[in-house]
């Protein structure tokens, strides 16, 4: 198990031939985790976590959430298809796994994919764009995420067809789906895709279902607007959210739970700011690079904001152990650079 999600996240990582090496390096060079090795000694053991089910041979798993709509997911990345009598709407063709994409919508039906729905313009969500596109397939993404391929020039991520400012409806057999962009978070152009009548929405990179969030809040350039788009989201009626990543969509609550995270987070760095002293940092260090000494102040209250959010959220979200350090480190610098604490 430890073995295959290693190798799938190498796979989100490195791509699939990098990974395979990464996998084999580990298991020969008798790396791989038994009481005897030292390291274990040091392991600060996990907190709260799910197992990823066993996806087999078949590499994809798919869950219909409500009539015509349906989860498609490689246990690691995640997205939404829908199945309409006038045609299939897919969003995110997450780059590697088209095939399995294709494979998993034939499956279902025999109609033609009409739209495609980019979230957001990153590489590993959408890389495998360039096998749906043609044949009168429209993409749609919001008009950031459409600047940005085009200074990418990536043949493998076509440029969108119909690029929408705050708001798209997008209509087809029956069934509304409507685009929303809340503003810059996780880099300009995430959008968020609700089906209503569903109450089904997805939400990718931002709030992962009993999961902090991804290393340095997975890049995002504006944290506090991040933050609000979120709380905006969860004004909308829906029950499912699907959020790009893992093996499960998720509720409602629990991406309120998340978002509870993000702001025990801001707050922990605050009173870590206050508890650690610079002076005090100083008379115990050995540097004589200032830079280096910095360095070990913002380690320190970084360290001090960890240590304030491990009793309440370590058991409760995954990756905390991974993450939660970075996530201080992101805050810390906010409250330093943008707004004062
Ligand atoms: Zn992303």
Same mark, same amino acid.
């Given at each position: 198990?430890?073995?295959?999600?290693?190798?799938?996240?190498?796979?989100?990582?490195?791509?699939?031939?990098?990974?395979?090496?990464?996998?084999?390096?580990?298991?020969?060079?008798?790396?791989?985790?038994?009481?005897?090795?030292?390291?274990?000694?040091?392991?600060?053991?996990?907190?709260?976590?799910?197992?990823?089910?066993?996806?087999?041979?078949?590499?994809?798993?798919?869950?219909?959430?409500?009539?015509?709509?349906?989860?498609?997911?490689?246990?690691?990345?995640?997205?939404? !298809?829908?199945?309409?009598?006038?045609? +299939?709407? &897919?969003?995110?063709?997450? /780059? =590697?796994?088209? *095939?399995? %994409? $294709?494979?998993?919508?034939?499956?279902?039906?025999?109609?033609?994919?009409?739209?495609?729905?980019?979230?957001?313009?990153?590489?590993?969500?959408?890389?495998?764009?360039?096998?749906?596109?043609?044949?009168?397939?429209?993409?749609?993404?919001?008009?950031?995420?459409?600047?940005?391929?085009?200074?990418?020039?990536?043949?493998?991520?076509?440029?969108?067809?119909?690029?929408?400012?705050?708001?798209?409806?997008?209509?087809?057999?029956?069934?509304?789906?409507?685009?929303?962009?809340?503003?810059?978070?996780?880099?300009?152009?995430?959008?968020?895709?609700?089906?209503?009548?569903?109450?089904?929405?997805?939400?990718?990179?931002?709030?992962?279902?009993?999961?902090?969030? !991804?290393?340095?809040?997975?890049?995002? +350039?504006? &944290?506090?607007?991040?933050? /609000? =788009?979120?709380? *905006?989201? %969860? $004004?909308?009626?829906?029950?499912?959210?699907?959020?790009?990543?893992?093996?499960?969509?998720?509720?409602?609550?629990?991406?309120?739970?998340?978002?509870?995270?993000?702001?025990?987070?801001?707050?922990?760095?605050?009173?870590?700011?206050?508890?650690?002293?610079?002076?005090?940092?100083?008379?115990?260090?050995?540097?004589?690079?200032?830079?280096?000494?910095?360095?070990?102040?913002?380690?320190?209250?970084?360290?001090?904001?960890?240590?304030?959010?491990?009793?309440?959220?370590?058991?409760?979200?995954?990756?905390?152990?991974?993450?939660?350090?970075?996530?201080?480190?992101?805050?810390?610098?906010?409250?330093?650079?943008?707004?004062?604490?």
């Amino acid at each position: 198990m430890e073995k295959k999600i290693i190798f799938l996240l190498g796979i989100r990582f490195f791509g699939i031939s990098r990974a395979l090496i990464i996998i084999m390096t580990w298991v020969f060079s008798g790396c791989a985790t038994s009481p005897e090795n030292s390291h274990v000694d040091n392991f600060e053991p996990d907190g709260y976590y799910e197992p990823l089910p066993s996806i087999g041979k078949k590499g994809y798993l798919i869950k219909q959430l409500a009539s015509e709509v349906y989860f498609f997911s490689t246990g690691v990345y995640n997205n939404l !298809f829908i199945v309409t009598s006038e045609g +299939v709407v &897919i969003t995110d063709p997450i /780059k =590697g796994k088209g *095939k399995l %994409l $294709k494979k998993a919508i034939r499956e279902i039906t025999s109609q033609p994919v009409r739209f495609m729905i980019y979230s957001h313009s990153h590489i590993d969500h959408i890389g495998d764009a360039h096998l749906f596109a043609g044949d009168g397939v429209q993409i749609v993404a919001q008009v950031e995420t459409g600047k940005a391929l085009k200074r990418y020039r990536d043949k493998n991520r076509p440029l969108p067809h119909i690029n929408f400012g705050t708001n798209y409806s997008l209509s087809i057999g029956g069934i509304t789906i409507e685009l929303m962009y809340m503003g810059e978070g996780h880099g300009k152009g995430n959008s968020i895709v609700y089906i209503p009548s569903r109450k089904i929405m997805m939400y990718v990179d931002t709030v992962t279902p009993k999961s902090v969030p !991804f290393k340095n809040f997975a890049y995002t +350039v504006d &944290i506090f607007s991040q933050m /609000k =788009g979120i709380e *905006k989201v %969860l $004004k909308l009626d829906f029950n499912t959210y699907i959020a790009g990543h893992l093996h499960r969509p998720g509720s409602k609550e629990e991406m309120k739970e998340v978002l509870e995270y993000y702001y025990a987070s801001k707050k922990a760095s605050i009173e870590a700011i206050k508890k650690v002293s610079f002076l005090d940092v100083r008379s115990k260090s050995k540097t004589k690079d200032v830079e280096r000494l910095f360095g070990e102040y913002l380690d320190a209250v970084a360290e001090e904001c960890y240590r304030i959010l491990k009793p309440n959220w370590k058991q409760r979200l995954m990756g905390f152990e991974a993450f939660t350090k970075g996530h201080c480190d992101i805050w810390i610098a906010y409250h330093r650079t943008q707004k004062a604490p």
